[in-house]
């Protein structure tokens, strides 16, 4: 069980050998680094920034844990800090002072004190490591050099550490409420300089909110236990991105390792991210099970005594579910889209570098937690009697199964770059769930109604397509409507979008170039701006930049059709004039309607059903293409294949050059019925 | 073993039905005019969306351009849907009025009759409203069966229903109202049989009848109806059957719908007869044993 995480042999007195040792040393920190007991062979797959030994215990009765932690955080960038900064997010439910419960409009969470959760650290005690070292000479060189660090399983002991408790503050990085206590800054005696480490040893008290309120909390013996531990910030480019917790976004943080101890009834079973690794059975009636996340960048568990417990298999990877005794006979349900859904994406997107996923059923009643990703652990959600062709919870499941790429993998910053979380996470739904239960009604199939992941995307898309930018801090968009358009719906379309631009092999390229390029790492958007340009071989700068920079709409439309007999050579000096023409001419109009230039396709159609494609770069206002046929046009359409979902109107793609009643009659005669039908239930 | 009372009278009710042709078609051409009042909206909507337009192969209603159909003509969709509820609400006061008419002319039995059936219709009209309005208090019975559906079932389980409870008790709380309104018909029709057969009386008398009538003799009032919707059921079976073979669209599809309407009416028409006779058969009987006429029994040979 060791896990040694060694520093950087040595750096050098001077700045610039300095620099470089560094460098070096966080090029070679994963190659080096000897990984867990469970394979110490194995380099590990991160770099192990914030590494976290927890004991928490539950009150099951009062919904409140009791827990300590220490951390091991290592400064990995070139740049000094005096301070480190934690996320506390349980106090977004402390009072209806918090941002959280300001930017959800909500007032309150109940009467009773134990609808509220709140997060309060009782002790602190901060201690860099290693102290300062001896010197040496080296190839004529005088070094500083380091003895190597503690083992991670063997933390200093607590009472030893400074006791740095009054020096904890709560600050307010994104709004300035000073009535927020989400983020927490504790300054340091010394800076810590790049390179080194610090050990911070903390205890707190957490109580849960009941019942569980966006994304954590209880309900009754049901606990989902997210965001629950002083969770340290990204320290980067030499200042702390530590957001405070927002109604619509709460991840960003640095990878490492966690050994979570959780203590809680023992007829609970529970579930957590990571993998089992020992069960204590104490002698107070409760159980403590100890797990281990490596290479991960958040820790959630679960637990709850109404639990029925199923296991699959998928490759090497240990499929666990946790399904609620009433949903049990949906549990084949749950793990073939498991199966199905993960085998996909990493066909996709490459292995699943983990040993094992549990997927959660929430409690009904519970559906706060429902639908959320946390490394290696998914929530979901159904009811009982779901028709198995509404696929929603397979739909969510889906979703979730793809954030253990774009947010487990990538870990980008959601607060502020958000669609390359749930926008890639939504692209990949839609792709998945098309590829799993099929193009039509991969969502709903119902008779007539047969609804695709993508149409449900376009519905919430075109109620305002032109509101916000796509990348803004997430509490920055004008509405929740804009945030859930910008966050999932747009960036699903758009990339939907690229990908029929690229070409769906191009597209593939890239994803899996993106992944296996900045995994365990944290891509910002011109990352993959950019990697986009590398592997498709095209400047695509003009589609990002009005994607993400601007609120442009794109919407083309066909505005005239006309098609004339070709005019004969008429008057003087023409009787011996012979004019190549066709039979016709003919005249189409395509209008860009929205300020979002996309080249698109023109499609005629002639009478004898033959058609002909031109394309436009759709960068001018309007275009007119005249042209002579043989046969009469008919119709002119603008995308005719359906590759621009991001167009937001497609009721206007398509113009005919003389009315057509034949599609309102055929909808119209199978409506007759219909309504003959719903007469006859009031005929009395 | 005795052939049930309904039987009888859903038999000789079955061959006095083609005897009423110009009815029968009087009950298509309502239903087929109201339809097409409320389709009317709608059939705009769809011809300002797709007169210009190119429809694709999963024709008006694919659900890729349904979404930007609803968004963008959201207007004639609202509209449409408006006025839906207002078309049903008057179709179902004209079928109240035809309906007059209907059991005045299967009352006399004698076949068509024009002028005694707008008269009857026109008769019976402002009775068989009344007839709904003493109806009220029974309609309020269906929101009171949904709810103590759902408090017997917390009453029962406590406030959190397991998830099965919930989702069976759910539907039990909707099919019980959906069966009260089926059997509210059985009641209806009867109250306005009384009121044609015994020519003036009064609403709440007519509905107090109507509802002794199914309340003594529930197992035939049920039994008909049933079988009555088991013919039915067959027919629209046959309906789809044959759908299948025409196209999407067309005229002929449109004469199919209009035979099976046809076949729906005359089944209508088959069940008011078939009622009018179980009522006349059974409620005949009734006051013999109210008197006091001691039942005839056989003596053991």
């Given amino acids: ?215 954590t909390g209880a309900l009754d013996d049901y606990f989902l236990v997210a965001q629950w531990f002083p969770k340290i910030g990204v320290f980067e480019n030499g200042a702390w991105n530590c957001h405070q917790f927002h109604a619509n976004s709460e991840f960003y943080a640095d990878f490492g390792v966690y050994e979570v101890d959780m203590t809680v009834p023992a007829h609970f079973v529970l579930g957590a991210s990571g993998v089992e690794v020992e069960v204590r059975h104490n002698n107070d009636g409760t159980r403590t099970h100890a797990y281990r996340a490596e290479d991960v960048h958040d820790f959630a568990w679960t637990t709850s005594p109404d639990f029925e417990v199923h296991h699959d298999k998928l490759g090497d990877i240990s499929l666990r579910l946790l399904i609620q005794k009433e949903h049990a006979y949906q549990a084949q349900r749950h793990l073939d889209v498991v199966r199905k859904g993960l085998a996909r994406i ?161 597209m593939d390229d890239l994803l899996r170039t993106y992944v296996e390029r900045f995994k365990f790492r944290h891509p910002k958007s011109e990352d993959f701006v950019a990697l986009a340009g590398e592997v498709s071989g095209q400047d695509l700068g003009w589609f990002f930049d009005q994607l993400l920079h601007t609120n442009r709409v794109l919407d083309y439309t066909v505005i005239r059709v006309r098609s004339r007999p070709a005019p004969k050579p008429a008057g003087r000096d023409s009787e011996a004039v012979t004019l190549e023409t066709g039979k016709y001419t003919n005249e189409v109009t395509v209008q860009r309607l929205g300020d979002f230039v996309f080249p698109v396709k023109v499609q005629f159609m002639y009478e004898d059903g033959a058609t002909e494609i031109e394309h436009w770069a759709g960068d001018e206002p309007w275009k007119k293409f005249t042209f002579d046929s043989e046969q009469r046009l008919t119709a002119a359409r603008v995308d005719p294949d359906n590759q621009i979902p991001m167009d937001a109107n497609l009721v206007n793609n398509s113009r005919r050059r003389l009315p057509d009643p034949e599609p309102a009659e055929r909808e119209a005669t199978r409506w007759l019925m219909r309504f003959q039908l719903l007469l006859e239930l009031f005929a009395w | 073993m005795r052939k049930p009372h309904f039987i009888d009278c859903l038999r000789r009710a079955l061959p006095a039905v083609p005897r009423y042709p110009r009815t029968l078609l009087t009950l298509l051409f309502a239903n087929l005019v109201a339809a097409l009042v409320c389709l009317a909206p709608f059939w705009m909507a769809f011809e300002s969306y797709s007169k210009r337009r190119v429809v694709g192969d999963g024709g008006l209603l694919d659900p890729h351009f349904l979404v930007d159909f609803l968004f963008y003509r959201q207007g004639s969709w609202d509209l449409a849907k408006g006025m839906l509820p207002i078309s049903i609400g008057l179709y179902a006061l004209f079928s109240v009025f035809l309906s007059g008419g ?15 059936f707008w008269r009857d219709a026109g008769r019976f009209f402002p009775k068989f409203v009344m007839l709904l309005v003493w109806s009220i208090p029974l309609f309020a019975l269906a929101p009171l069966l949904h709810g103590g559906v759902l408090l017997a079932l917390e009453a029962i389980y406590g406030p959190e229903l397991p998830a099965a409870v919930e989702f069976y008790g759910g539907w039990a709380a909707l099919a019980l109202p959906a069966l009260g309104w089926l059997l509210y018909l059985r009641v209806f029709d009867y109250a306005r049989i009384y009121m044609v057969t015994t020519g003036q009386a009064p609403a709440s008398l007519a509905l107090y009848e109507g509802v002794v009538f199914v309340g003594r003799r529930f197992f035939s009032v049920v039994g008909l109806a049933l079988s009555v919707a088991v013919v039915l059921a067959l027919w629209f079976w046959l309906y789809a059957e044959a759908r299948g073979f025409l196209p999407e669209s067309g005229w002929l599809l449109i004469l199919l719908q209009q035979i099976w309407m046809l076949g729906r009416q005359a089944a209508r028409l088959w069940l008011y007869d078939a009622e009018l006779r179980l009522f006349r058969k059974l409620r005949t009987r009734a006051p013999l044993k109210a008197v006091g006429l001691p039942p005839r029994r056989r003596l053991p040979v």
């Fill in chain 1, 1 to 215: 069980m060791a896990f040694l995480i060694d520093p950087p042999r040595s750096s050098s007195l001077r700045p610039a050998r300095r620099k470089r040792a560094i460098a070096i040393a966080l090029a070679l920190i994963c190659a080096i680094l000897p990984l867990s007991g469970q394979d110490p062979d194995a380099s590990p797959l991160s770099p192990r920034i914030a590494n976290y030994r927890i004991d928490v215990a539950l009150d099951a009765e009062n919904h409140s844990l009791k827990g300590r932690q220490f951390l091991l955080w290592h400064n990995q960038t070139e740049f000094p800090t005096s301070e480190l900064q934690f996320h506390l997010y349980m106090n977004a439910f402390r009072n209806n002072l918090s941002t959280y419960m300001k930017e959800s409009g909500m007032r309150s969470l109940g009467e009773d004190p134990g609808a509220w959760g709140h997060i309060d650290v009782t002790e602190i005690r901060v201690q860099p490591v290693p102290p300062r070292v001896t010197l040496e000479e080296r190839d004529g060189l005088v070094e500083e050099v380091r003895p190597v660090i503690s083992h991670f399983d063997q933390p200093p002991t607590a009472a030893d550490m400074p006791d740095v408790t009054d020096r904890m503050s709560f600050i307010w990085p994104d709004d300035g409420n000073v009535h927020d206590r989400t983020v927490m800054r504790i300054p340091l005696a010394e800076p810590l300089a790049p390179g080194e480490y610090v050990w911070v040893y903390c205890t707190f008290d957490l109580q849960l909110p009941d019942p569980a309120h966006d994304r």
């Fill in chain 1, 346 to 506: 990493q066909e996709l997107l490459g292995p699943y570098p983990y040993a094992q996923l549990t997927v959660v059923d929430p409690k009904p009643g519970a559906g706060a937690t429902g639908g959320m990703e946390y490394p290696t652990l998914i929530t979901a959600g159904t009811s009982y009697g779901t028709p198995s062709r509404i696929r929603l919870m397979e739909a969510t499941i889906v979703h979730e199964l793809a954030h253990q790429y774009f947010y487990g993998l990538l870990a980008s910053n959601e607060f502020t770059e958000v669609w390359l979380d749930e926008g890639f996470t939504t692209y990949l739904e839609c792709r998945v769930m098309k590829d799993v239960y099929g193009s039509k009604g991969s969502t709903i199939d119902l008779w007539d109604l047969r609804v695709n992941e993508l149409d449900v995307r376009r519905r919430g898309f075109i109620l305002q397509p032109g509101g916000d930018p796509m990348l803004l801090p997430v509490w920055t968009y004008n509405s929740v409507r804009s945030y859930v358009i910008n966050a999932y719906n747009k960036p699903a379309l758009a990339l939907t979008t690229l990908e029929h631009y690229l070409g769906t092999e191009v």
């Fill in chain 2, 102 to 116: 209907v059991f005045s002319v299967l009352f006399q039995g004698r076949g068509d009759h024009a002028a005694l």
